[in-house]
């Protein structure tokens, strides 16, 4: 994927998605634009903490993927995006990596987002549903 069409991916995300909704029901309707956009998705992608403390286990929201090209999504409906999503998407090493945040404003989150922007190689975006605008990290 290109720039134009990530950029086009993040532009329906910010306009499509309702930041009042439940965590499940929005990451729902993620899949959907992911899906509406040629996107195979896996929803509560599992991963795996490695024995040098260097990860943590869990599960990242959403995994989009597009032919090799692969994206992480994790969503959070509070103000800030919690460390461990951050921690989380980088981990898998996708080509794209975003942090969603529901009701949080974007300065904060932005801020938050910088101290892993040079955990993974991949572009890091931030959401604000709330102000529905993005930026690359």
Known sequence: MDDAEIKFLIDEITQKVNPNL????????????FRENGFYTTR??????????????????LV????????????????????????KIVQIKPDVAIGITGNGSMRPNFERAMK??????????????????????
């Open 22 to 33: 439940e965590h499940n029901e929005t990451v729902r309707r993620l899949e959907q634009v």
């Open 44 to 61: 509560e992608y599992p991963i795996y903490k490695i024995k040098d403390g260097s990860s943590r286990a869990g599960r990242i929201d």
């Open 64 to 87: 989009g993927s597009k032919g090799k090209f692969r994206m992480a999504i994790e969503y959070d409906h509070h103000d800030l995006i919690k460390w461990k999503s951050f921690q």
């Open 116 to 137: 892993y922007k040079d955990k993974g190689k991949a572009p890091l975006y931030v959401i604000s549903l709330k102000e529905k605008r993005y930026e690359l990290v």
